[in-house]
């Protein structure tokens, strides 16, 4: 359990610190170009997001998500005492995540975002992201367990253009980018409508998924993205 504790807490951090420290690169370099920022950030985001999958996943899951842990205690693959304690290590690696991007781009450590998220077409966007990316998983391990990696981070890579809100799509993140004033920020008291949404949607992946699924496949299933968890 403590390797994958710190399995967790490591991609979640790393994965934080990818979104936010690309997002300072881009905004340093393009300052005035929204478009090319945001194209820098995805680019960074999704190959990231392929690379941890494929190192942790055969250790935690590699959830680095509570939206993706919480799909995974309603399909009963990990328990509910293990499930507290990956999301407690997934929030404290992304805010760890943040604070490393500002070291290595030697900006203020603690910051608080300004950047406003707000609003019904926002909300929705990150239901709608969220409920894409759980899908995509459950329906992955089904179909092709070992092209999960890929196809996370290209439904994540999608998502950061065909939402409005650029696809946070993970609580934990959320939290992250609250604390970082930088072009991937979110003001903190946008934040709880972001990860209300959040929930909600993985709540929806995992209802579809399993009616268009089935509940699991049994032996025919694979590891996944929750290797004996309980």
Do not use: C
């Amino acid at each position: 359990m403590g390797a994958k504790l710190a399995s967790e807490f490591l991609g979640t951090l790393l994965l934080v610190a990818t979104v936010v420290g690309s997002g300072i690169m881009a905004e340093t370099l393009s300052p005035e170009n929204f478009g090319v920022a945001l194209l820098a950030n995805t680019i960074a985001t999704g190959a990231i997001l392929y690379v941890l999958i494929t190192i942790l996943g055969p250790v935690s899951g590699a959830h680095f998500n509570p939206a993706v842990t919480l799909a995974f205690l309603l399909r009963r693959d990990i328990g509910a005492v293990p499930s507290l304690w990956f999301v407690m290590v997934q929030v404290a690696g992304g805010v760890g995540g943040a604070f490393l991007a500002h070291a290595m781009f030697d900006v203020d450590l603690v910051q608080l975002s300004t950047n406003v998220r707000t609003g019904p077409s926002q909300w929705l966007s990150e239901g709608v992201a969220t409920f894409a990316l759980v899908f995509t998983i459950i329906g992955a391990i089904r179909a092709r367990p070992e092209a999960v990696p890929a196809a996370v981070a290209l439904v994540i890579v999608a998502g950061y253009w065909f939402t409005a809100s650029t696809s946070f799509a993970n609580p934990a993140v959320t939290i992250g980018r609250a604390f970082t004033d930088s072009f991937s920020g979110i003001a903190p008291a946008d934040a709880p409508a972001f990860i209300a949404s959040q929930i909600a949607g993985a709540v929806l992946a995992w209802l579809v998924a399993e009616r268009i699924f089935g509940w699991k496949s049994g032996g025919s299933e694979e590891a996944s993205l929750a290797p004996d968890a309980n």
